[in-house]
């Protein structure tokens, strides 16, 4: 996305607002649209958290200040015509206010990666909250050490299954390990996305 200035900003084309396309930047679906004027654009950019002019309303609003759903700003593009941003966000939880994943309903067809996501959402919710008895928080209680040692259990048995003839126990394996490295990232502090970037770099070196 290319670098702007506020100022590029043509503000004036409809009354001092702009309309914003809002996307998942994890999944790409198109959340919701809104608009800015350049006070909600400067809050959004100070909080890092969407924040709208309702026209409805006649004020500023921060999406899901009501709701909890807030939308997290990743970045902000500024189309050719100066007059619409594009934004990319991670949301908190559903965008419309019906309940739905966007505005438009839920997608025809699902983002692979929304599993993952969703999975690594519960995970990390494990990991701030202790309080309870399952796997995945007697795992953190245990600490790092333990973690670690259970992703190399996970790998030595899908290294086994690699060499046998059952596919279905195969998949079992590799879905164990795969879990439990998951939680191992989210200890250190870290998400799948993070590793997806860093191979992405290392991609981008070899071109």
């Known amino acids: 996305m290319q670098p702007f200035s506020v100022e590029q900003i043509d503000f004036n084309k409809s009354n001092g607002l702009v309309p914003v396309v809002v ?8 959340l919701m649209l809104g608009y800015m004027n350049p006070l909600a654009l400067e809050k959004t950019l100070e909080e890092k958290k969407l924040t709208f002019f309702s026209r409805s309303k006649n ?7 009501s709701s909890g759903n807030f939308l997290h700003l990743v970045s902000i593009s500024l189309d050719c015509d100066n007059d619409t941003l594009l934004v990319l966000a ?46 995945i928080q007697s795992l953190y209680q245990a600490g ?3 973690i670690a040692q259970k992703v190399g259990e996970e790998a030595t048995e899908l290294v086994i299954e690699s060499l046998m003839d059952n596919d279905d126990l195969f998949l079992e394996e590799a879905s164990d390990l795969y879990f439990h490295y998951l939680i191992l990232l989210h200890d250190r502090g870290y998400s799948f996305g993070d590793v997806v970037n860093r191979l992405e770099e290392r991609h981008k070196k070899t071109k």
């Open 23 to 30: 996307q998942n930047v994890k999944t790409k679906d198109v």
């Open 59 to 65: 004020r500023l609003w921060t999406k899901g200040e």
């Open 90 to 135: 991670n949301p908190d939880g559903p965008t419309c206010h019906t309940g739905s994943t966007t505005c438009w309903g839920e997608p025809e067809l699902k983002n692979p990666n929304q599993f993952v996501d969703d999975l690594e959402k519960l995970i990390e919710d494990r990991k701030q909250d202790q309080s309870g008895k399952s796997y």
């Open 144 to 146: 790092t050490h333990k």
